[in-house]
């Protein structure tokens, strides 16, 4: 079983070869949507919009709350 360390750069290697394919991957899995066209478009309006956020915006939240509880 891969630990922390190496299913990271896992992920980064998978980033490098095709960013694209990553992305829809992600989207694919976390959503459910296996229709290549649906996929694409997500992609699309993912990369053309710099606030969209491929990860909760929550996840921030969450780490802020972690940084005043310490």
């Known amino acids: 079983m891969r630990n922390f360390e ?5 992920l980064k290697e998978l980033m490098k070869d ?9 989207i694919s899995i976390e959503k ?4 290549k066209k649906t996929l694409d478009f997500l992609y699309d309006k993912y990369i053309e919009n710099d606030d969209f956020k491929l990860l909760n915006e929550e996840f921030e ?8 509880e310490m």
């Open 6 to 10: 190496e299913m990271k750069k896992d």
């Open 32 to 35: 459910g949507i296996n229709d």
């Open 18 to 26: 095709n960013y694209k394919e990553f992305v829809k991957s992600l």
């Open 61 to 68: 939240f969450l780490e802020d709350d972690m940084e005043l």
